[in-house]
């Protein structure tokens, strides 16, 4: 599928090639300046490879997040946005995969770093919320054992005064009767329970970065309003950056403040929630609003779904990865296939990775998109 | 009865028994479905929506009588099938059929695409015009796949595609009544939305009535005629889905509502959220009367000792509520 | 707690009253499916040339003539208080538990495998150490370090200690370190604990290394894959992403969780091994329950089988026992 570049690069398996691919911006600096941001992503790449073919699940990801502020990634199973916050924990495996670009957190770079810089940081400085708390629970320990632990990793104080921290974690996260919970295995609380215990094991150690994936996802939707609503007054108080993964657009509209659209790897759009929403530019993030059917608008005859199926990261289509599912694609006149389109500004913060000229995208959005939504 | 009723449900209730102790004595029970009133018409389509523990799986597995009621009547097409055993229940599954949620462990991954939507044939032992092989082909391309791939596993399929699969195992009988497990709640986004195309042109092409079993709200709002909202194993609400988005009675359906995301951030900051406290009962011990009385912010003495009826408000709505919302939703449907 | 405990106490009573059911149903059905009347058994216990009466004497001594239950019954209740045979002025009495006379030697079954105990004890136990150790130990490092050269040389180790039969491994240790380099003079023998300790584990290491390199090898498989599962769950990602050294994760986390099907799998394996690790018993000559139960067999000693089959089936209900509760003892989501 992928032949130009694979007669430029050869076909990958037995070799990891992370140079950039052709039509990407070159990023050959010597010494990489510190960023002036909390935490910044440089073209950040994460491959894998593995018998089949490289898997190219993050492949130049580039952003900025700033203290008490909320970033939304928004993308599909196999677009790559969980293994860019393990890229970000540093908890992919050293053997598997291979990582080149810069992570900066707080004036660190994290990729360069050892790997038990890492580890030091990992709890303290950035914290992780995963989607199932039944699963990333241990199930053997009770929840208090697992917050003192997580405590006591950063903090050297005695288990009585750890365990006087876990409670107060556990209250302030809203679990009642804390003090006789904080006993109880993960097995015994029910899902928005463990979630918040997992969130409160989480922040135990002040992080001033915390990453949620899915955070929400396997839970009842009043659940989920109560969860979100706690993610955001902890933020406020702790003044915590905020990276919050995940499919539903709803969710990123009630908490990010900016958005990052993932497709096959890439950031397809990035820019300001409002922008997103209202004057969105990614021919993605179009099919994306257009195939949710909404609550808050007339009831839609037919959804518009994105033909075909979310690209497998081995076997990423040549140009732009979304080319083979995109209605627009033939206006390029061949670029959608043969040139990966760079992320470009559109209107200050607001960037698209698209070939389509600023004309073409409004005169689709006025007449195809906006009157359907 | 209304001639129209494709399946009448009376006082379904289905317990489970709950063994403690050194004798494994009966400690108490499970009460996932207590008592449920509806009726399903021909050619629509009846949502089930709530969260977990509300009973609507189980009620979708009454249904199809993949459980056997320990209380009330089912009644499909004028016959009551509550009792029945398997053996007279096997010719009427030729007319009821179910879509499950997952598509990766409802498809038997040793068997081809062609064995699995070719069994239902096989079982039932109908005879089709050009031989089976043609029918299921036939049933691969309604549902939008290829029928040259007669021969292939499921693992080689995405998840999308497997739904379809088992849809179109699903209708290889042409069913009446089809009930559908969360059909697309394993999917992502862009595929759920080719799912539900899929299905709403099956059902008008093959005139097919549905029963959806669901927790997002905003697809059953898309896909359903009527809505049942399901809480701790009773219906608290049900009517026509656009009057009941529009006018939510039942102030569980009000929570509920509230509290999708929007995905519109203009409404972060002025949207009246309706918080509910806590997590759901457990249905092992439902609170007494009207069960949702411990979450809910008007609940009075009344709610606390009598169960309130489910009542025909306004025509076309069913509220089970001493003391229903009349507002406007603040979903502020257009 | 107590009460899955104590209806678990009455499941193993229960097996066990089953056990002695079967055993002593067999015991009782196999000489008379023979052909034997109760004049031939009768003369088994009596020794060489039996005269009519003598052999009339045995049999109301021993009341071979009663009905099954009626032998049944007098079976259990010598097991648990003991028996007295009455001849005439003959009175012997078998005190609790009573597993009746060899044929062979005329002594009570009871003592003689009370004796043989001590020797499949630490036999059985000396060789669980080493193995737990080693094989778990070695499938723990393999799980780690998952495709490396240790890895699959252990595992290639693994399978040829899973092959190579017990005998084979007994005899070729003991012609090489016995024979050939007289490391362990003692092996083939047994010398008690209480005579020289140093001389009791000289004797006891090559037994101990051969049936230790057997379990040690399924169990090193064993734990491979239960690590290599364990450290691919989300918890264990959770842990990391905790900041913990990777060092606490593997030990605290991970092999706390794989360890727990192990556990379960050790007692039964010991409980079953305890009855009588027969193959090894043979080959180094160690005069266990094992050998004794070989040499019944051979004699043919009715009543020592059926000692022996009661004793073992006794190990194995109460590791079952054992490992039931401690498996909800360590696993907290185990509901009693």
């Known amino acids: ?373 | 009865m209304d001639k129209t009723d494709l399946l009448t449900v009376t006082e379904l209730q289905k317990h489970f028994p709950v063994r403690r102790g050194l004798l494994q004595r009966k400690a108490g029970a499970v009460q996932a479905v207590d008592g449920l009133d509806f009726n399903v018409r021909r050619g629509e389509t009846l949502s089930l929506v709530g969260e977990s523990g509300c009973g609507k799986t189980t009620t979708g597995r009454l249904l199809t009588r993949l459980l056997e009621p320990t209380g009330g009547k089912i009644v499909f097409e004028g016959k009551d099938i509550t009792h029945v055993s398997r053996g007279a229940m096997r010719p009427l599954r030729k007319d009821i059929q179910m879509v499950f949620q997952d598509p990766y462990s409802s498809l038997n991954p040793r068997h081809t695409v062609g064995t699995i939507v070719g069994a239902p044939f096989r079982l039932q032992n109908v005879q089709t015009p050009n031989g089976i092989k043609k029918a299921v082909q036939d049933l691969l391309e309604l549902v939008g796949l290829n029928p040259e791939h007669y021969n292939r596993y499921p693992h080689e399929f995405s998840g999308g595609q497997r739904q379809r699969i088992g849809i179109a195992r699903t209708l290889a009988l042409r069913p009446k009544l089809i009930v559908a497990d969360e059909p697309v709640s394993a999917l992502d986004v862009s595929i759920q939305a080719q799912v539900i195309n899929l299905l709403e042109d099956l059902q008008e092409e093959l005139d097919l009535t549905y029963v959806m079993i669901a927790h997002d709200l905003s697809i059953v709002r898309h896909v359903s005629d009527r809505v049942a909202v399901m809480y701790l194993g009773k219906i608290v609400e049900i009517g026509n889905a656009e009057q009941l988005y529009a006018k939510p009675r039942h102030p569980y359906t009000v929570a509920l509502m509230s509290a999708v995301p929007i995905p519109d951030p203009s409404r972060r900051t002025n949207r009246a959220r309706i918080r509910l406290t806590g997590d759901v009962p457990s249905p092992l011990n439902p609170p007494p009367a009207c069960r949702f009385h411990t979450r809910c912010w008007k609940a009075q003495e009344i709610c606390r000792t009598q169960e309130p009826p489910l009542a025909e408000l306004v025509p076309g709505q069913q509220v089970a509520c001493h003391f229903p919302e009349n507002t406007t939703a603040s979903t502020g449907a257009a | 707690m107590i009460t899955f405990i104590i209806r678990r106490l009455f499941a193993a009573v229960l097996m066990l009253l089953v056990v002695s059911m079967v055993t002593f149903a067999v015991f009782f059905l196999v000489p008379r499916l023979a052909g034997q009347t109760t004049d031939q058994l009768a003369a088994q216990y009596v020794g060489k040339n039996p005269s009519p009466t003598q052999i009339h004497a045995m049999e109301v001594k021993l009341g071979l003539d009663a009905p099954l239950y009626v032998q049944y019954g007098r079976f259990l209740k010598g097991i648990v208080a003991g028996q007295t045979f009455n001849d005439g002025p003959d009175v012997s009495v078998c005190p609790a538990p009573c597993f009746g006379y060899s044929f062979k030697n005329q002594e009570p079954v009871w003592p003689q495998m009370l004796s043989a105990l001590p020797v499949t004890g630490s036999l059985a136990i000396g060789a669980a150490i080493i193995w737990v150790v080693f094989g778990v130990g070695i499938g723990v490092l393999s799980a780690l370090r998952r495709g490396t050269v240790f890895d699959r040389a252990a595992m290639t180790v693994a399978l040829a200690g899973v092959s190579l039969p017990v005998f084979f491994t007994a005899l070729l240790s003991l012609a090489i370190f016995r024979d050939t380099i007289p490391l362990f003079p003692d092996a083939g023998t047994f010398i008690p604990f209480s005579q020289d300790p140093l001389r009791w584990a000289g004797a006891l290491v090559l037994p101990w290394v051969t049936l230790a390199f057997l379990y040690a090898a399924l169990y090193a498989r064993l734990t491979r894959a239960g690590m290599l599962d364990t450290m691919n769950e989300d918890f264990i990602r959770t842990a990391r992403a905790k900041g913990l050294v990777e060092r606490r994760v593997v030990v605290k986390h991970g092999l706390r969780a794989t360890l727990t099907p192990i556990v379960t799998i050790f007692g039964l394996d010991l409980g079953l091994l305890i009855g009588g690790a027969v193959l090894t018993e043979t080959a180094f000559s160690l005069p266990g329950l094992g050998r004794f139960a070989v040499n019944a067999i051979n004699n043919k000693d009715l009543p020592e089988i059926l000692g022996v089959t009661m004793l073992a089936g006794f190990f194995v209900v109460m590791a079952n026992l054992i490992v039931d509760i401690l498996y909800a003892v360590i696993d907290p989501r185990v509901r009693y």
Request: hydrophobic share 35%.
């Open chain 1, 1 to 373: 599928m992928d032949t130009k570049a694979e007669e430029d690069w050869g076909s990958g398996d037995s070799f990891v090639d992370v140079r950039p691919r052709p039509g990407e911006a070159e990023y050959y600096d010597s010494a990489p300046k510190p960023s002036s941001s909390f935490l910044e992503l440089r073209d950040l790449r994460v491959h894998f490879p593995t018998d089949d073919g490289l898997v190219r699940s993050a492949d130049g990801l580039s952003f900025t997040l700033e203290r008490g502020r909320t970033l939304g990634i928004v993308g599909e199973s196999g677009s790559g946005k969980s293994v860019t916050s393990l890229a970000i924990m540093g908890l992919h495996k050293q053997g598997t995969a291979k990582i080149t670009g810069e992570i900066w957190l707080d004036g660190e770079e994290l990729v360069a770093a050892s790997a038990e810089r890492v580890r030091e940081l990992r709890g303290k400085k950035m914290a992780m919320i995963f989607q199932d708390p039944l699963s990333a629970l241990h199930p053997y320990y009770t929840i208090g054992t697992q917050i003192i632990e997580a405590y006591r990793i950063h903090n050297k104080v005695s288990k009585a005064v750890a365990r006087k921290h876990a409670i107060e974690m556990l209250d302030r996260v809203g679990i009642p009767q804390p003090s006789s919970r904080v006993d109880d295995y993960p097995h015994q609380f029910s899902g928005g329970m463990r979630q918040r215990a997992m969130i409160a094991m989480a922040l135990s150690c002040d992080p001033e970065l915390l990453i949620a994936d899915e955070p929400t996802t396997a839970l009842d939707v009043t659940v989920q309003a109560q969860i979100l609503d706690l993610i955001r007054d902890l933020q406020q108080e702790f003044n915590s950056a905020v990276i919050i993964i995940t499919h539903d657009l709803g969710v990123v509209a009630e908490l990010a403040d900016n958005i990052m659209v993932m497709y096959a790897g890439r950031t397809a759009e990035y820019g300001p929630v409002d922008d997103i929403f209202n004057r969105p530019q990614h021919p993605y993030t179009w099919g994306l609003l257009g195939s949710m059917p909404r609550l808050d608008k007339e009831r839609a005859d037919r959804l518009l779904p994105i033909m075909g199926t979310p690209p497998s990261l081995i076997n990423v289509p040549s140009g732009c990865p979304f080319h083979p599912r995109c209605n627009y694609a033939k206006l390029t006149g061949g670029l959608s296939t043969d040139e990966v389109p760079k992320l470009r500004s559109v209107d200050g913060d607001h960037s698209v990775a698209c070939h389509l000229t600023a004309e073409q995208r409004l005169h689709a959005w006025e007449t195809d998109i906006k009157p359907n939504l």
